[in-house]
């Protein structure tokens, strides 16, 4: 099995564009999130999908968009590419919110904004 | 709005010797849980704790849950070096929320 699987690894964009990042799971989770992880903040979550089609706003939404059309895919939109949205991204998921076992993560995409 | 905090934040140990990660959480929190990341890798579930005095152990590390004191730790025991990462706690209220993590280096 895959697992979590994000794409791209790394990305450098320049202020103002626009990009997706991409996340995608095989293991029929409902559950879906997207983080952000900054040194000395630990993970902070932007939005996350209790299923296909629902989604909602997590701690730091803004400047970020997400849609949930299929259980296995959940990309995240940045709208306006901003020098404080560089960081590290992080995706999970699990078969319910409350993660019986832990979320799964993917490993990750190292974005640059300049 | 549930907010983790952790301490210390950074830990430098000897090989062999034993010691305690601090995990306070601000408001109820259905479950807690712990999560290792090594540098530039993805984070791991190590355990999930689901009620008042849980305790789980897994080889050096072991996990415990005080709801009363909204309190978590994790003790390491007899440290070495593979166990050098960064450990997270995460605490679940309408959505897991993070501590800052604390990063444990291992030195022989």
């Known amino acids: 099995n895959a697992g979590v699987t994000q794409t791209p690894k790394f990305q450098v964009l320049k202020t103002g564009q626009s990009m997706t990042l991409q996340c995608a799971q095989d293991m029929n989770h409902e559950y879906m999130s997207w983080y952000r992880q900054d040194p000395g903040m630990g993970l902070r979550l932007i939005h996350y999908?209790?299923?296909?089609?629902?989604?909602d706003q997590g701690e730091v939404p803004n400047g970020y968009n997400v849609s949930r059309s299929t259980t296995e895919d959940f990309p995240l939109r940045l709208l306006s590419a901003a020098p404080s949205q560089t960081s590290v991204y992080f995706c999970?998921?699990?078969?319910?919110?409350?993660?019986?076992?832990?979320?799964?993560f993917g490993s990750g995409t190292r974005l640059t904004v300049v | 709005e549930l907010k983790v905090e952790q301490n210390p934040l950074f830990l430098s140990m000897q090989e062999g010797k034993n010691y305690t990660i601090y995990c306070n959480y601000s408001?109820?929190?259905?479950?807690l849980y712990w999560y290792r990341q090594d540098p530039g890798k993805s984070l791991e579930s190590l355990f999930v704790?689901?009620?008042?005095?849980a305790v789980k152990q897994e080889g050096r590390l072991m996990a415990s849950l005080d709801t009363k004191a909204r309190l978590s730790t994790l003790h390491i025991t007899a440290a070495v070096h593979d166990l050098s990462a960064t450990y997270f706690c995460?605490?679940?209220?309408?959505?897991?929320?993070f501590g800052a993590g604390t990063r444990l280096t291992v030195k022989p």
């Open positions: 408001t109820t929190s259905d479950r």
């Open positions: 704790l689901l009620s008042n005095g």
């Open positions: 999908s209790v299923g296909a089609g629902i989604t």
């Open positions: 999970a998921s699990s078969y319910t919110p409350t993660g019986r076992v832990g979320y799964t």
């Open positions: 995460a605490g679940y209220n309408n959505d897991m929320r």
